[in-house]
Every structure is written in structure tokens, then in C-alpha cells.
DNA sequence: TGTTGTGAAGAGGTTCACAGCG
DNA sequence: CGCTGTGAACCTCTTCACAACA
């Protein structure tokens, strides 16, 4: 056990989505000027790279903690290590992979997943063409069974890539099984009980906001035939 | 041509993302009542639906105009129509997926895509063992050729699909050919000149915005060893 | 009567401006 | 002197409450 998750408690209850969006943001921007043995760091720096203001990144910060030096800036590595433990990543997340299609696969492929903490402990499918099968070196297995192994293989996370017609039914059943987490691919908004945290990534509504940007632009100006 | 593009302008200059997002979602869910022959639908049912409120709903639509029906509701045909063209969804898109991998691949199999209005018109990567090759039934050209084609073409929307190194390089092609819409798949924010309109999925913010979610809620309760 | 459309009030997030320190 | 940390002002989005109307 490493003991020090909490340690940043926010000293408001609830931060927002946009903050904790901007952090995870921040980090990657970190990681990137680490590797390039940057140490310091301003905010107005950060700001730049995040197309955001020094205000902003300054404020989202303070919510956790004060982990500046004024007259200097932040150290990058340090700040690494705070964002990391704020955004739970420093410590291993079980991942169920339900739905064996090929969102899952470009999810568990995509090499962040992996090296963020996240790892595929289980890939299930109702599709019995599939069931048994192997998808990326893991055995599908039957989405049924899925309640009896949660307690043994302790997922926190269910990753959902199925269909839209039976993301609904899928989400019931990893809730019934115990998991607190899902990442939702499905273009549905699913309900769940209080409790349990669902995030969506959503093709069709960026599409959609994409296109009405697109449809927007071209009332002024041209208007394609 | 269909000509009433634009019908709905806002009264307001600027419509919020959230309020788009929630228009899309609208959308989705009279689809499902008009699948299922339900002719009308009041505020409050599709507030339900999309976990919103009544209010919210209809000061969201109020923004395009005025489409209900005091005492009554909205008509579910009529108001698909009219999201539909608010959305820009009354035309075809043609798109051109940059990067032949596992996402794009998900993508455009992802059966909203093609059902929306979205038509993939060409694929390309940089990797030469890629090129020339098939992917999804379409021929993989080499993504230095795609200024040339682009006015031949005319695609709408690139979707970037490349590793997160090569992203910013690949949208400053995108840019340059004249593209203006960007659907980005890397994990990092693209910097693009103003008039050009991009869009993230971001499964890597999202997992981590979901990471947040269960360490924050581990700290006060249990704290798995 | 039932439900929309909307001005006004409220809440929440962002920006400003500067005090506080290294 | 430079940059952080932060209360206050600002602004935008959401919620409320009710007049308008089929």
C-alpha cells in the first residue's frame, strides 16, 4: 500500500468537471516537459500550452493545495506527483471490458491505457460467436457470468462497448455485480444508481457539435450547394 | 439543394456546447418515441429521458424558436426535423479519416455514422506499409497527397486517428488543404487557426475524469487496501 | 386545464487585480 | 522583482415562477 491517497483533499466539497478535465491536461502537458528535463514551470506556461489563462490554472491548483513557489513557478516533478495522486493515477485500476468489438479493442490498444494504471482484467460478450474466443489475449467470456467474478477478480472499472440497444440492459447487470465505475462508449445516456460513477465518450454527440459548428459557419458566408 | 439551412437561427449569437449537447441528445431520444409511434412529447417526459429538467428543455429550444404547442407539447416528428436541421444534420458530410488504425476502424463502423449524414470519402495514413493498402473497403493514401485531393473531393471533416505524436503535424495538413472540421482522436489539444473548428473525444480525459470520481470517493468510506 | 415560452433570480465557474512571499 | 494564491467582481448557464395561450 503506498498510504497517501487524500492527502490533496479539495477544501470545497465538490469540484468541477472542468477543473478535474484541466488537471488531467495539465499532467500531460507536465509529463511532456519532464521528458524533456524542463523543471520549473510557470503558470502563465502552463496556461499557454493548455489555451487557457494563468488565472485559471493558478485557481485550479489552489482548490488542492498550494504546490508553487511564488517568485518561481512550480516544479515539474513535483507537480507530476500531486496531479497523479489527484487524479487516482497512482495506483492500478482492474478493467472489465464488456462488449469484445473493436471500440474495446482501439481502447485497450491506445498505449495510455496500459500506461496510466489501467489494466484489462476481463473481456466479456453476449454474443456466443464470441464467447470463448480470444480478443487480445484475453478469453471472452459470457456477459452472465460476469456477477460471480467480480468478487474474485476485483474490477473497478467497466469499460462498455456495446451496441446501443443493449447498453442499458449490460450497465444493470455490471451494477448489480458490484462495480462502481463504467465508461460508457455507447451513444445512450444510462441510469444508474447513486453511487456508481458513469462517464461517457461520445462520437456522435462530438460529431454532432462538429457539424452544427460546420452548418453555423457557413450561414453567414458561403452556404454550400 | 434543400435550401432552408438556417431557418433557425439563434436569437442569441452564441449557443452554449452544453446546451448543443443536450439538443443531440433531444434528438436521439424522439427518434426512439417516433420509433416506437408516439406522435407528441412534453418538456417534462424529455427531461426525464435526459436527466435534465423541464425547464431546461424548454429554455433550450426556445433559444431556435418556438415549436411547441401550449397545453399540449411538442409534435416528436416535427421537432426531429427541426433538430435535425439545427444541427446540420439535414445534409451529407463527407469526411476523410486520417489515420487507417483501430479507432477510425470503430468509427466508422460506429452505425450512427453513415446514418447520420457522415460519408467516408477517403482514408489516409503516413505509415508506407499501410498505404495502398484496403481498409474498410477503401484504398489508403498516403496523407502528403491530401491537399491535392481534397479540391477534387471536397471533404468537410477530418477525423484525426494518428498516434499523439504525429497529431498537431497531421491537423497542420488538415488545416493547410482547407479542411474545416476537425474531429481529433489524439490525446492532445490541437492548435488550430481561428475559422477551424475541432472537436476532441477524449478517452484518455475521460478515464481519467473517472479515475478522479473513484478515489475521491474511496477517501472518505473505504480506501480499498 | 395543461403545457409552453420567458423574464427574473440564483448558482457556479471564470477573470481580475493585488496582497503575500520567496 | 517575479510569480503564486485568493477574495471579489463578473459573467454565463441553470432554475424558478408565472403569464400567455391552445
Same mark, same amino acid.
Given at each position: 500500500?503506498?498510504?497517501?491517497a487524500?492527502?490533496?483533499?479539495p477544501s470545497?466539497?465538490?469540484i468541477a468537471?472542468? @477543473?478535474?478535465?484541466?488537471?488531467? /491536461?495539465?499532467?500531460?502537458? /507536465?509529463?511532456?516537459?519532464?521528458?524533456?528535463?524542463t523543471? @520549473?514551470?510557470?503558470?502563465e506556461a502552463?496556461?499557454?500550452?493548455?489555451?487557457?489563462?494563468?488565472?485559471?490554472?493558478?485557481?485550479?491548483?489552489?482548490?488542492?493545495?498550494?504546490?508553487?513557489?511564488?517568485?518561481?513557478?512550480?516544479?515539474?516533478?513535483? /507537480?507530476?506527483?500531486?496531479?497523479?495522486?489527484?487524479l487516482?493515477?497512482?495506483?492500478?485500476?482492474?478493467?472489465?471490458?464488456?462488449?469484445?468489438?473493436?471500440?474495446?479493442?482501439a481502447?485497450?490498444?491506445?498505449? %495510455?491505457?496500459?500506461?496510466? %494504471?489501467?489494466?484489462?482484467?476481463?473481456?466479456?460478450d453476449?454474443?456466443?460467436?464470441?464467447?470463448?474466443?480470444?480478443?487480445?489475449?484475453?478469453?471472452?467470456r459470457?456477459?452472465?457470468? =460476469?456477477a460471480?467474478? !467480480?468478487?474474485?477478480?476485483?474490477?473497478?472499472?467497466a469499460?462498455? @462497448?456495446?451496441?446501443?440497444?443493449?447498453?442499458?440492459?449490460t450497465?444493470?447487470?455490471i451494477?448489480?455485480?458490484?462495480?462502481?465505475?463504467?465508461?460508457?462508449?455507447?451513444p445512450?445516456?444510462?441510469?444508474?444508481?447513486?453511487?456508481? @460513477?458513469?462517464r461517457? !465518450?461520445? =462520437?456522435?454527440?462530438?460529431?454532432?457539435?462538429?457539424?452544427?459548428?460546420?452548418?453555423?459557419?457557413?450561414?453567414?458566408?458561403? %452556404?454550400q450547394?
Open positions: 500500500m503506498d498510504g497517501h487524500g492527502i490533496y483533499c470545497v466539497r465538490q468537471d472542468s @477543473t478535474v478535465r484541466r488537471l488531467s /491536461l495539465y499532467l500531460r502537458f /507536465l509529463e511532456e516537459l519532464d521528458g524533456r528535463r523543471t @520549473t514551470v510557470s503558470s502552463l496556461a499557454r500550452l493548455g489555451g487557457t489563462t494563468s488565472a485559471q490554472v493558478r485557481k485550479d491548483l489552489s482548490l488542492f493545495g498550494s504546490f508553487g513557489t511564488r517568485g518561481l513557478g512550480y516544479a515539474v516533478s513535483d /507537480l507530476i506527483e500531486v496531479l497523479r495522486d489527484i487516482g493515477l497512482d495506483r492500478e485500476w482492474r478493467v472489465a471490458i464488456v462488449g469484445a468489438g473493436k471500440i474495446g479493442l481502447l485497450a490498444n491506445y498505449g %495510455g491505457f496500459r500506461q496510466r %494504471g489501467f489494466r484489462v482484467v476481463a473481456v466479456y453476449n454474443d456466443p460467436a464470441k464467447i470463448g474466443g480470444l480478443w487480445d489475449g484475453h478469453h471472452v459470457d456477459v452472465a457470468t =460476469m460471480g467474478d !467480480v468478487a474474485r477478480e476485483r474490477p473497478d472499472i469499460v462498455v @462497448t456495446v451496441p446501443a440497444g443493449s447498453a442499458q440492459a450497465a444493470d447487470i451494477v448489480s455485480s458490484g462495480i462502481k465505475g463504467i465508461l460508457n462508449f455507447a445512450v445516456k444510462l441510469r444508474v444508481p447513486a453511487g456508481v @460513477t458513469v461517457a !465518450v461520445s =462520437m456522435a454527440t462530438e460529431l454532432e457539435l462538429l457539424s452544427y459548428a460546420l452548418a453555423q459557419r457557413g450561414l453567414g458566408a458561403k %452556404g450547394a
